[in-house]
Nanobody, 116 residues
Framework: QVRVVESGGGLVQAGGSLRLSCAASGSFFGIDVLGWYRQAPGKQRALVATITAGGSANYADSVKGRFTISRDNTKNAVYLQMSSLKPEDTAVYYC??????????WGQGTQVTVSS
């Protein structure tokens, strides 16, 4: 059973920075894509950024230039460095892991709150 665990959320003032971490464990087929999604109150869950095992990253337009995704393949870990945070970045951030046969797994989520 694959387990995905996030950490690093919290409260920060606008313009500040936060770093989220996530680790996936227990995958028999190995982890292919790791990513971050977020869900604000009253909105659908949306892509923030993803990164492949080869290091190819993809970002939502709203976070380009402010957020950086990275991963450590030896730990099946993914990180999201968030800078120049805005109140509209406030959401629950979820880590997602997709294995090499296409099965996806979600973490429990971590709250990020940006005060104005």
């Amino acid at each position: 059973q694959v387990r995905v665990v996030e950490s690093g959320g919290g409260l920060v003032q606008a313009g500040g920075s936060l770093r989220l971490s996530c680790a996936a464990s227990g995958s028999f087929f190995g982890i292919d894509v790791l990513g971050w999604y977020r869900q604000a109150p009253g909105k659908q869950r949306a892509l923030v950024a993803t990164i492949t095992a080869g290091g190819s990253a993809n970002y939502a337009d709203s976070v380009k230039g402010r957020f950086t995704i990275s991963r450590d393949n030896t730990k099946n870990a993914v990180y999201l460095q968030m800078s120049s945070l805005k109140p509209e970045d406030t959401a629950v951030y979820y880590c997602n892991a997709v294995d090499h046969i296409g099965s996806g797994y979600w973490g429990q989520g971590t709250q990020v709150t940006v005060s104005s």
